[in-house]
């Protein structure tokens, strides 16, 4: 493959596997021509509708055929897309929508912006029927997309207060495909599942590493109230042979007595990342599929493309006292140093913060220079031309001699709950926007096995938990919004005058102890 | 050795997951012996937070209940099982 962005890549892929399974979505399959079939269609719709390429397209929709359609139509263009949670609080989805400024915003639901709905079956069939009408040949001017356009927008939480849309160019995706072919071995005749919400950047992974690799998707929900073994069941029903999730889900499948071999015996390959996976837990993974498939640990901010590292588990990976899988050994065509605060590296087997490089490095956050000049910098060892690395917050070790990379905390107030990253701060600012609450403070607590809760103090009038915790819900995702609510006379400080989250998360931990 | 259930743990357990059904849009009855998580009503999610809220909130080590959620798969097992001897706070 040569193609030079996603969409000539993916209409390579079509060429030679017409009549492959490309996607199974809502009880029906759609061959590789046929999705791109209708990606050439409904990127004519686009057209028709005012987008253009550098336009942004946001994409509110559940897991539904035309969203992945949609998607490959943007790609075609050169329309980043940005794809939303359409159960996202209104004023969230209202921040988000400010920032991308869409020339269309596709949706299921009511909101800002100029937008087309396809909120109902009539909703659909209407807009299926203006779209078949439409010429199903590939675009021409898809060729003149570049690998540094932008391909995607996917928002994460900022420590602003308002979630951030990292843009992501085309070439960032397709280094992520040649390491999925080269380190994981997917190809035709694989399927892989699409349990990852739309929305969160793991999915990113599921569809281009799949489709564009001339595998097929399974578009799978996860979390719809539905038993868990109903998923092991559709995911063995549908024979797909990679299953990639956070390892929150991995734990709460084995806690169900799901995770085996027996229950998803068509699965070869596992993979998680987006939060650390406690040994403890995996070795029971891993003793459950020894010899039948393989598990493999990945890494990578949102900013990296998805993925930027990936680790096989092995017997001996749960010989050390970490607690936690390495991260791995950084994909072909990342870059990156380990740095003090003063910019300067680290000796050798000493921890320090991660800066990443490369071109699987995303272009910045959308209408947000501050941010991206905050996180986006000027390599301080190169001199004289422009060499760009993301500050990734990370505090990492360099294993001497193999260039493993083991994870030691981080830099700031980001953590990890569920697999979502969450900026401390995001909830902060949506608390202190409550009548009555003068100041407040996210924290997270950690258990001994490695599961966090999260938990907030405020200081100003008293409130009933109940109403703190319906205005957050009407501002935050639900995975945002703390457990707990513990007034406090004051927030403490530190020295330097900051509120000190570390105290009150001690403050915190002996409060609720207490109230019980 | 025989415990006397205490009707509050009970109904603390019970008002904390109805107000994590509530949040999830979940507003359906709710019968002590329903099924939790093998139902789908509780996920992943919720399984960490309850195991963590019990954990805080009683002062029990529950790491090694947490590889086993058909444990804690009803009000009614929670509650039993929050009040065993050996679950007791030290």
Known sequence: MTAHNLALHFEEVVAVSPDAIA?????????????????????????????????????????????????????????????????????????????????????????????ALIGDDAARAALQDAVSRLDDANLPQTALITGVDPAYVMFTSGSTGEPKGVVIPHQGVLHLIAWAKQDLGIGPG???????????????????????????????????????????????????????????????????????????????????????????????????????????????????????????????????????????????????????????????????ELWLGGPGVALGYINNPQETARRFRQDPLIDGYRSILYRSGDLVEAEAGTGVLRFRGRADNQVKLRGYRVELEEIDHALVACKGVTRALAVVLHDAGGASRLLAAYAGAKLAEDELRQHCAAHLPAYMVPSRFIWLEDIPVNANGKADRRSVASLLGQAVARAS | MTTTERPEVRSRMRHYITQRLIMKGDSSPLSDDDLLFTSGRLDSLDAVELIMSIETDYGINFSDIGFDLTRLDSISAIAGLVQQPSAEPA
């Open chain 1, 190 to 352: 694989d399927r892989l599942t699409n349990v990852n919400p739309i929305y969160f950047d793991n999915s990113v992974f599921d569809i281009y590493a799949g489709l564009l690799n001339g595998a097929a998707i399974v578009a799978l929900d996860a979390l719809k109230g539905r038993p868990p073994a109903e998923l092991v069941s559709e995911i063995t029903k549908h024979q797909c042979t990679f299953f990639f999730a956070v390892p929150t889900l991995f734990m709460f499948l084995d806690s169900m007595h799901l995770l085996g071999p027996n229950w998803l015996p068509s699965v070869s390959r596992f993979m998680f990342g987006g939060e650390g996976f406690p040994l403890a837990r995996l070795r029971r993974f891993y003793d459950a599929f020894a010899g039948k498939a393989k598990l493999i640990n990945c890494y990578g901010p949102t900013e990296t493309s998805c993925i930027c590292s990936g680790f096989e588990i092995v017997e001996s990976t749960f010989d050390t006292t970490d607690g936690l899988a390495p991260l791995g050994k950084l994909n072909p065509n990342f870059s990156y140093r380990i740095l003090d605060e003063d910019m300067k590296p680290v000796p050798a087997g000493t921890a320090g």
């Open chain 1, 23 to 115: 996607l199974i979505c809502e009880g029906e399959s759609f061959t590789f021509s046929e999705l791109n079939g209708s990606a050439n269609r409904l990127a004519r719709w686009l057209i028709s509708q005012g987008v253009d390429k550098g336009a942004v397209v946001c994409l509110e929709l559940p897991k539904m055929a035309e969203a992945y359609a949609l998607a490959v139509a943007c790609i075609k263009i050169g329309a980043p897309y940005a794809f939303l949670d359409p159960a996202a609080p209104a004023e969230r989805a209202r921040l988000m929508l400010e920032r991308c400024r869409p020339a269309l915003v596709v949706s299921v639901r009511e909101g800002f912006g100029p937008r």
